[in-house]
């Protein structure tokens, strides 16, 4: 496609639940970036995927969180066991190689809301 | 630990008024710095981008400067329009660190 998809755009779940958002990046991006973006806070940075490498997970919260992406394309962001505080809007973002080069082209976002 | 302070929060002007959004950053070690805009329910666009060794980008009616030393960087809207309203968020990319560190935003209205 054209530009980074991301679906859902809205999710409400229960406390508790799992979670699984999907981002799409674009064709031909070998670098795929996760972000959280909590009400009144700067973006944080969650995973990057680039290439065949192995992700760079540090910016996982918890072990509550995981993402993996399938055959270079689609990422998956899942959170286990939703808590309050995971409410938030999750971005992603995919760029030609690294991204501070070459320029990130952002989602549109999943709002997340846990109940 | 780098920091990213955006000032002011929030800020609504006239429309056709100049105006200049501020960010800050603690470590001067940056590779670069961009600009972002981000619409309601859209994801983010990037305005400008500015590396360390230069001192400003412009985009039409967008003007960036970054001052490394002081840990600064501007961004100037030249002659406001409704359309400009939107939350604009900085950035630094970290040397040798694919990362981006983010401000918190600031919300501009711009009223017609």
């Known amino acids: 496609g054209a530009g980074v998809s991301q679906s859902p755009s809205n999710k409400v779940t229960e406390k508790g639940k799992d979670v699984e958002l999907r981002c799409d990046p674009i064709?031909?991006?070998?670098?795929l970036y996760w972000y959280r973006q909590s009400l009144g806070q700067g973006l944080e940075f969650l995973i990057y995927?680039?290439?065949?490498?192995?992700?760079?997970k540090s910016g996982l919260p918890s072990d509550r969180f995981s993402a993996e992406r399938t055959g270079g394309s689609v990422s998956t962001l899942t959170i286990q066991r939703t808590q309050q505080e995971d409410s938030a809007v999750y971005l992603c973002?995919?760029?030609?190689?690294?991204?501070?080069?070459?320029?990130?082209?952002f989602g549109s976002g999943t709002r997340l809301t846990v109940v | 630990k780098q920091e990213v302070t955006q000032i002011p929060a929030a800020l609504s002007v006239p429309e056709g008024e100049n105006l200049v959004l501020n960010c800050s950053f603690t470590?001067?070690?940056?590779?670069?710095l961009q600009w972002f805009r981000q619409d309601p329910g859209k994801g983010l666009t990037s305005l400008l981008l500015?590396?360390?060794s230069q001192r400003e980008q412009t985009s039409g009616r967008l003007n960036a400067s970054l001052d490394k030393s002081s840990g600064r960087s501007t961004l100037y809207i030249a002659a406001s329009q409704p359309g400009d309203s939107a939350t604009y968020l900085c950035?630094?990319?970290?040397?040798?660190?694919?990362?981006?560190?983010w401000g918190a935003g600031t919300k501009l209205i711009i009223k017609p």
């Open positions: 973002a995919s760029s030609l190689s690294w991204g501070a080069d070459y320029g990130y082209t």
């Open positions: 064709s031909g991006h070998t670098a």
């Open positions: 995927f680039q290439g065949n490498s192995a992700p760079d």
């Open positions: 470590d001067s070690a940056i590779y670069n």
């Open positions: 500015i590396q360390s």
């Open positions: 950035a630094v990319s970290l040397d040798s660190n694919y990362q981006l560190i």
